[in-house]
């Protein structure tokens, strides 16, 4: 009965820990997004940037506790699964945080390389408000184990691909009418890159929350195979 309870303590704080780690990376993600249309962006970029090792320390040691509950235990059932599905979103909350910091480099090169004509023609207000959305609903999904919330990202994914493709064709236009700008305007581009990115890593986040709660591995499957649309 003690080894059952220490066990369950020691999953309750992994719970914790993984919550802990995926408000670092939503405010970090909050903070890339903030700064994307922000002319006096250099100090909070260079903050974001050098602050990464946060996020990388956490996950490791998420990591770790997930392991060796798994040695000292060996869970089987729900329990393994949810140790399973803890690592690999806590990868995925990792990776989410480096496209944070993608995001703040990319706004720097643009200062940098910008002229005095540059015009950032893309709008990402709501393509970066749809990525946290869909980072915090995958998030909620997790703690509420809530398979059916999870299924709502794959909706959404879809949007923010959208917003990729008009982001694309509305930079390879403005190209013929900034020539000068090319290396600022692909930057930009590339932001809407890393957004749809984020989309791609919430939307995986889902997947795990999904086997979770129904056991079901479905990583493979089309989206309309998913949702039932």
Sequence with gaps: MARHMFFHREIDKIKRMI?????????????ACMII????TEAEAEELINSDWQVDDMEV??????????ALHQPVA?????LVVIIKINNELERIADIAVNIAKRVQTINKKKDENFAPI???????????????????ALVTEDGELARQLFFMDEEVNDLRDKAYQSVVAEIQEQ???????????LIARHLERVGDRA?????????????????????TDITGR
């Design 203 to 223: 939307k995986n986040i889902a997947e795990e929350v999904i086997y979770l709660v129904d056991g079901e591995i479905i990583r493979n499957l089309d989206d």
């Design 37 to 40: 249309h922000d002319t006096d």
């Design 122 to 140: 893309v709008d990402y207000g709501p393509m970066a408000a749809k990525a946290l959305a869909m980072l915090k609903i995958s998030l909620n």
């Design 19 to 31: 919550l802990e780690l995926g408000i670092m990376v939503e405010e970090r993600l909050r903070r």
């Design 78 to 82: 729900r329990d393994l699964r949810l």
């Design 179 to 189: 020539p000068g700008n090319t290396a600022s305007l692909l930057n930009l581009y």
């Design 61 to 70: 040691r998420v990591e770790e506790e997930c392991l060796k509950l798994m």
